[in-house]
């Protein structure tokens, strides 16, 4: 797994039991600290997650809410991941899930037996991806909603086909999933090939979309942008991601975007679609595997405000 979705140079990092530089986390924390502040002066209700003792679970991080939960309506869906040593990252959340469901929302846990390894167990149905198809396997952050019921979504090396089952019996048959076809053999989360940023209007990753391919999408009648060839990324390494993260943003309204404050030629382009760029420093946070889309998980929004749906 490891081999089919990291940057070659940062195998090695991922033995088990290697944590994170120090030093990276310490300004992770600060530049997610900084996100905060920025979005409570927007007027929003930020929650934060509480720290988990890693060191005795073999996890990952907890970093990352759009990986591991999908919100649509008043649900708020488990994904059964494919990497098990993400498993734990629920416990993180789950003072907030308790929160959410006493307020109205529906928790629907995966109900897939996490212990069963879908990448060296069961028939392997697509050549191109190293998962299997020994139990339904899917990450969140694979998946993109349109509206109140629209999603569109991808196959990749984390989530397989009967992935995608799993998640349409859990949405049912009011909410129709799409699978968009990208030209991107590492595929691994489809929030750098893909940001909506209004309605009918998105960015797309000119590398791995063509346009072309998705006239029988949803996406079939919007504009869609082509987002600016990433430059060469100052600070440390990306270890996860490519330098594509500069497409993953988080959409405050209909007119802020939050992007990485050293990402200009995004800032540049945000501005002549006519929206207002909120530059944030990001790039250690962009080193533990995603950034700003990656990071946040939008569980209400006002649709007066922002003429999205409601999450």
Known sequence: MVEATMPAEHWDAFRPGHAYPPDVVLEADR??????????????????????????LAGYCAAMPRDA???MGDRVIEAPMAWRSRRHELLAYWPLVQEWRRTGARWMPSGVDLDVNPVREGPVIEDSWVIGEARPAWDAADFLRLGPRTVVGQLSHVTNRSG??????????DVAVHLLRPRDRHAMHIDATLCPLSERLALYNPERIDPGDLARTPLADWELVPAPWPDPTP???????SAWLNMNLLVVDDRHVVVEA???????????????????????????GGSFHCATLDVRRDRHRTGRSSG
């Open 262 to 288: 050293e990402d200009v030629k995004v800032q540049e382009l945000l501005a002549a679609l006519g929206f207002t760029p909120l530059p944030c420093p990001f790039r250690h946070v962009q080193a533990l």
């Open 31 to 56: 530049e997610l600290q900084g996100l905060a502040e920025l979005l409570e002066r927007m007027g929003c209700l930020v929650r934060r997650p509480r720290r988990v003792p890693w060191a005795g």
């Open 69 to 71: 939960l999908l919100v």
């Open 235 to 241: 600070g440390p390494p990306l270890y996860m991601t």
């Open 164 to 173: 995608v089952e799993h998640l349409r019996q859990r949405l049912g048959p």
